[in-house]
């Protein structure tokens, strides 16, 4: 019953959320000091790079382990992590197009070498690789075995990426939320305005996760049903 | 061919005991990996991944940095900056150093006075303060703090 | 495991050292990159830039992407990967032995390279002697992670086409490091910080492939 309730609910409570968030994000919170109305770009912008880098990523290589792991191996392990990387390749590309929109007026330039951004563009290629690899495959369960195993090893740019900033001089900005003592540097109601913004982002994940799944099944279902058809046909061919 | 089932013994045999060694050698391997990662991190390495020296950094390495060209950070020092025609120049600080920065090019729309600016170029000399720039960046902080709304605005449109 | 590395690491060779491949297809092809990079530098440039050690690893990339499946290919043949699978022989050993075998033909073709580097875009002999110990451990990391790819990417019955795309977000870092140490060797930087990221570079593909060749090969 609350399953159910709750499955109904996450549609119209990410799109709630998210109109909120660009209420609060255009009209209600200030300009900034140095940047004035560009700041507002950072009510979409962290949110996407956390949807994309941590959540998405983060799901689809958590699901690749429970595959790989006898004792969890599953088909919905398999269809959880690729969804959730198609999902993830959508926002990184997001999160480099929001991004270059917001480093041409504040840096001056679109696009520069430092360690953030390239780890970033690096990541985006191991997403697409992972899709690649995907169709690359028939077999069901040697494709969910390839891909389990690229997706962990991709995992192992997600820390290079977070933490370049702190690792080194990068024209990015350092931690903004989890800074390493702890302390906020945005105030008041932009904060409270981007805490939303990653909340309703996060749950949009979920719903496109969600949506894109179902997608995956009924996909997997009409393939049996059309093989079914065909083996039935074929029998009905032998048997004139 | 009555013989041959006698020959084969096709009773089943145990497997190989494979799981155990594979369950030390997989906390091994992790181990070693955790290990690694550990040794790059302790080591503050990959120096030349930075993306610009600061100018304490640029200082202490000054003769082997010479002419050559590099990305430089520091914060313009107020009322200092000066728009030419050719761009601007300013005195930008770090730490208790400071270096003069000729820029060739239109500066980005937030450069101004007290914020970070990452500049790309070379010393004049192997000894002077002054900074021949081809290009401006600015590198905005993490910190956003909400605009005086009794503040004026610049001429250029935006609430300073 | 070291065993069945060992075993492996020689047939591969073996195999290498009777068709001549390496010989008559993957050194002309690396010398004739390493002239088109030259070339597309320009007359003006190519004797005098600072490019060499970027090119050089560029030439040494897709030596080894041509490397990797002839690799993948000796092991798809009549029926090798099922006589390995019913021999019982650990896939960790496996990974480790063509991993070497890898390592050891990239070694060959990366002297030669070099000693191409040194003498068409004139990068000085000094400091390329002294980057040759970073570029073998790069070399290796590079088989290491290139045998991995290599199977992921379906062990030369895949397309051909999907292996660059795989591999190249995970050689970028590699050539980074490469690049940025052989530079460091020419200017007289210190190379121990090289040294150490490529050896941790080198164990973490060593590790992976430990752990996870034998997911890969399993069927």
Redesign the interface.
Known sequence: MIKQLSQRLLGPVTLALLALTFWLGLWV????????N??RL?YIHPAIAWVGLYVSFGTSVIASCLYLWKRTRSTIMDRVAYCAMEVSAIFITLTLITGSIWGR?????WW????RLTSTAILLVFALGYLALRRANDDPELRARRSAVFAIIAAINVPIDHFSVD?????H????VF?QNGNF??????LWTLFLSLFAFTLLFFWLLRARYRLEVLRDQRYAASLDEALAQRRREGVH | MPDTEDTFDLTPVAA?PTKRRGRW??IG??V??AL??L???S????????????IDQAMSSRAKLGTDTFRL?GVVRPHTIDRTSRGASFWMTGGDKKVFVDAHGS??????AD?PV?VEGHFTSETSDTFIAT???????????????KRVKAPNG??? | MIRTALLVAGKDLRIERRSRVLLWQVLPFGVMALVLSGLALGPAHAGNSSAGPGLFYLVMLLVTLLMINRSQVIEGSSGTRTSVATL?LDP?GVFLGKALALAVELWITGVVVLAGAVLLLHTALVGSAEALPSVLVILAALAAAGTLYGALSGGGQGPATLLPVLSFPAFAPLL?AGE?SYS?ALHGGSLW?WW??S??AL??YL??G??LYGVLEES
């Open positions: 919170t200030p300009p900034d000091r140095i940047q004035g560009l700041v950072l007026p504040t840096w001056g330039v520069a070498w430092d360690a690792w080194w001089h990068t024209l900005q350092g931690a903004t800074t540097l945005v105030h008041g109601s932009m | 190989p050698r997989t391997v992790l070693v990996l690694a990662v040794a790059l991190l080591q503050g390495l990959l120096h030349s991944l930075n993306y610009f020296e600061t950070e500066p980005p729309q937030l450069f101004q914020i990452v290009q401006i960046l600015v590198k905005h902080t993490a910190s956003y703090i909400a605009a005086h709304p935006t609430v300073r | 019982g960790a980074i940025r460091d910080q150490l990221i050896l941790v164990v973490a590790g992976i430990i752990l």
